[in-house]
């Protein structure tokens, strides 16, 4: 097999993947989007070129020898953003996994490696595919070395061969070197020669071949204005050139048959794959799971066909098994019950016709350990079985002890906790289409499996959760939490599917009438979803000024068209068809594929178990991400309806919540001052931050301290702030500087926090939720000063988060005491939305607020704002 060797400009690569996609983060709030856009492009290639050799370098350090040439080298470049430095450690952790080769050299860059292992492959017969988003690497290109550029952020790739190069710009590899001493190259702060582009570059190299043979002859050179350039600007020339050179004789300490590639470990890759939340790709490497064959230690258990009172125990760890994702369409396909009597499995057809499981399920003084408690009731439920009486749940339990681990498999769960006597699910019944229900004892060993494990783990996550000051917050903040939500899950929302069908009809023509209107601003009917072809028409035809290049054309990304959206009246079209298309296909489609055809409810999952600050999510559908932006996307709202007759929808929300929050935990007097006077906390950040009075605040001034507000909560840093305003990064570190001066307490509590956490490795709300951060320690800077904006920002939506559960708890125990018929449907971020006659309205708008504002006592006062309507819209 011909030996083939792949290099990877690691740092170019990456810088391209950030920048071409938008910033994702996993559950642990790092973000993702550089090393998943990395991922994909290494999964693309690996698999279409098949590397026997590979590796990817990276640069060293911000100093190299070309400094020495010229210190100003690469001097224009900004500071590289700190939501990009914090994903470098996991990118050289994700090629360890890949068992892919990594290299760096002291006082050289990546090119130089990569044009060092290239020139020595080459010699030796390698067919070498190189890989950046640089295009000066192109002059490598020889008959034995391709480079490759990405293009389109980093989905394709230009493939530069001596061949492409010559018919590209009329030059060879080498010419390229001087074509970068003519031109220079803004990027890299390589002067070249003042006004020469790259057209004039290529007409003077066609001439004369190379940059030293047109500098002895400038004479020859037409045009008295280039002439002088050329004489004047001569050593820079020189210079220049030099500093564009890729050196191919780096003191590098690795040889070609270093890089051997032998492919990756499945389980390694498995596991930062699921670290960094990339579950998509995940699906695409088909692991089975180590685990799967592991050995198991035997059990006795018995299957029970005559289900007695005497299996029962007061005290019984229950299992209920849902093959089904969603728990609410899916069928029961077994139970399991451990207790001081044995271990049995239950046949789900046996034990739901059986009256003495019945009545043990709804007996509130039969205890019951579960794993999952939300999901096993809402299952009983829709089979007629009101399930009462848990004391335990080892899922929830499992989640407050380790809040960043994402995994709801039982095998992963109990493996946290070290029992590792239970096989994977996906073992068990497979994955994707291959999934199925297992049968018989496989079936049912698997279960009473899992019945042990509750059973066996109870007591040292009780424990745990003891020692850890977390007992109060599990008996009683999520334990009951989940009993409510299991509620809100089943009652379901109600939907008008006409209403519905109406907005997707309206909203198609609309979508016609747009692409119409665009067609007619441009004077040409043209594709609106091509980048390529709407740049074309956008910044030629129309003539508008060029934000953003890519390596195919013009970038058309929604920032760059809201920068311009005063430019010209089609980008205001453009963006709204954009955005009216998202809804219509991702939101009103979306609902009603999930419409139960029965009751015309949806029945949204809320998530209990995935975010680190114990903020809730829903799923299936998603309810707490309608877009509102948008005037059409309010009106989505129009379709979530009262499921009785003379019922009305009764909205209710807490103002700014977080920030209440903060000037609680950081004790600032100014913060405190701002909300117990019930002032507007933006104009008053403004007032502080620009040093001017309330009357001189303008809604600019007031937009930016809005964003730094809101930021500070978030641990947004100057790159993220500089995004969201628009303004340079420098401007908004000063902004970020400003406001710490102007509130001394959320500055103290920041320098508190991590010192804080420093000590004690993690972070608490104010109910001893904890978020554990290891990285605050760790030397790498970036990873140290993502843990330090964890730290900060942990706290306080930890702890709104708690705040709005136990509302919801105190919710549900009040509207069952005034013995009203109102229902609590859905937690949206900090907004609870109700059902309610509109007999009960008046009642409502006493106790709502009563018992939101006062779910847990603050020296800040809580303020929650209310509204009700015929639909959700109408409720605002």
């Keep these: 097999m011909k030996k083939k060797l792949m ?29 998943y856009g990395f991922t994909t492009m290494l999964m693309k290639v690996l698999e279409e070129e098949k590397p026997t050799h590979i590796l990817v370098a990276f640069d060293a350090g911000k100093t190299t020898f070309r400094h020495s040439t010229f210190k100003e080298y690469k001097g224009g470049r900004q500071k590289t953003p700190p939501e990009l430095s914090e994903q470098f450690p996991f990118l050289r952790e994700l090629l360890d996994s890949y068992g892919i080769k990594r290299y760096e050299l002291e006082n050289y860059e990546a090119d130089d490696i990569i044009g060092t292992l290239a020139t020595q492959a080459g010699k030796e017969g390698y067919d070498v595919q190189v890989i950046s988003g640089d295009k000066d690497l192109t002059q490598l290109s020889t008959d034995k070395i391709t480079v490759n550029i990405t293009r389109k952020g980093i989905t394709e790739i230009e493939s530069y061969t001596p061949e492409y190069i010559k018919e590209k710009y009329g030059l060879t590899a080498d010419q390229i070197i001087d074509m970068k001493g003519l031109m220079g190259d803004q990027s890299d702060n390589i002067p070249g020669v003042p006004g020469v582009g790259e057209k004039t570059a290529i007409k003077l190299l066609v001439q004369f071949d190379t940059l030293e043979n047109l500098l002895n002859n400038i004479d020859k050179v037409s045009g008295n204005k280039l002439k002088e350039r050329l004489e004047e600007f001569k050593d820079q020339a020189i210079m220049s050139k030099e500093l564009a050179t890729i050196t191919k004789e780096a003191p590098v300490s690795i040889s070609v048959d270093d890089l051997l590639y032998e492919g990756y470990d499945p389980s390694k890759l498995s596991t930062i794959f699921k670290e960094l939340g990339f579950n998509s790709l995940l699906e695409k490497l088909e692991i089975v799971d180590e685990d799967a064959s592991n050995e198991v230690n035997e059990i006795t258990y018995e299957t029970v066909e005559s289900i007695t009172d005497d299996i029962f125990a007061n005290e019984n760890s229950f299992y209920v098994e849902v093959l089904d994702d ?13 207790n001081e009597n044995g271990h049995f499995y239950l046949p789900v057809e046996k034990a739901l016709a059986s009256e003495a499981f019945k009545k043990w399920a709804e007996d509130e003084e039969k205890k019951k350990r579960v794993y999952d408690a939300k999901l096993s009731i809402v299952a009983l439920k829709r089979k007629g079985i009101d399930l009462k009486g848990i004391d335990f749940d080892l899922l929830l339990g499992s989640y407050l002890l380790n809040p960043t681990e994402s995994t709801d498999d039982f095998a992963g769960v109990a493996k946290l906790h070290n029992y590792t006597d239970v096989k994977t699910d996906e073992s068990v019944y497979g994955k994707g289409a291959k999934k199925k229900a297992a049968e018989g004892d496989t079936l049912a060993e698997h279960l009473v499996r899992k019945a042990i494990g509750i059973e066996l783990l109870t007591q040292p996550c009780l424990k745990k959760l003891d020692e850890n000051e977390q007992t109060e917050l599990f008996y009683d903040l999520e334990l009951p939490l989940s009993l409510v939500l299991a509620d809100m899950e089943y009652t379901g929302v109600r939907v008008d599917v006409d209403r519905l069908e109406t907005m997707k009809t309206e909203l198609a023509e609309r979508l016609v009438e747009i692409e119409s209107k665009i067609h007619e601003l441009a004077g040409e009917n043209f594709n609106i979803n091509s980048p390529k072809q709407l740049g074309v028409i956008l910044f030629e035809k129309l003539g508008l000024p060029a934000i953003k290049k890519t390596k195919t054309g013009f970038s058309t990304s929604a920032d760059v068209l809201e920068k311009l959206e005063n430019e010209h009246e089609i980008i205001k079209e453009i963006l709204t068809y954009r955005q009216l298309g998202k809804l219509q296909s991702t939101y009103i489609e979306g609902l009603l594929k999930v419409v139960q055809k029965d009751s015309n409810k949806v029945h949204t999952r809320f998530n209990q178990v995935l975010a680190a600050t114990g903020r809730l999510s829903s ?11 948008l005037e059409e996307g309010r009106k989505i709202r129009q379709a979530f309806i009262p499921s009785e007759e003379d019922w009305v929808i009764f909205a209710s929300d807490y103002s700014q919540i977080e920030l209440r929050v903060l000037a609680e935990i950081a004790n600032d007097e100014n913060l405190k001052e701002a909300f117990t006077h019930n002032m507007d906390i933006h104009t008053k950040t403004a007032m502080d931050v620009f040093h001017v ?22 641990g947004i840093s100057d790159y993220g702030l500089s995004q969201n305003l628009g303004i340079t990064r420098k401007e908004a570190g000063k902004f970020i500087e400003r406001y710490l001066e102007s509130f001394p307490g959320v500055k103290n509590y920041m320098d508190d926090i991590i010192m804080k956490a420093r000590e004690t490795g993690y972070v608490s709300t104010l109910l001893h939720r904890r978020r554990y951060i290891p990285e605050i320690v760790s030397r790498n800077f970036n990873l140290r000063s993502f843990a330090e904006r964890t730290a900060m920002n942990t706290p306080i939506q930890g702890s709104a988060a708690d705040i709005i559960k136990k509302a919801m708890i105190d919710m549900a125990e009040r509207l069952k005491a005034e013995g009203l018929k109102t229902r609590l449907l859905l937690q949206v971020h900090d907004e609870l939305i109700f059902e309610a006659p509109k007999d009960e309205i008046e009642t409502l708008k006493q106790i709502v607020p009563d018992v939101m504002e006062n779910a847990l006592p603050l020296s800040v006062p809580l303020k929650v704002e209310y509204s009700y ?3 959700w819209f109408d409720a605002k």
């Design 7 to 35: 290099l990877i400009d690691g740092n170019s690569i990456a810088y391209r993947a950030f920048f071409a996609l938008p910033l994702l983060n996993n559950d642990k709030g790092i973000h993702t989007n550089a090393v």
């Design 326 to 338: 969603n728990y609410f369409t899916g069928e029961i396909i077994g139970f399991a019950l451990s």
């Design 619 to 629: 799923i299936d559908p998603n309810l707490q991400n309608i877009p509102i932006r």
């Design 693 to 714: 009075s309330a009357e001189e605040v303008d809604s600019n001034m007031r937009r930016q301290a809005k964003a730094v507000n809101f930021g500070i909560v978030y």
């Design 869 to 871: 309507g015929a639909t």
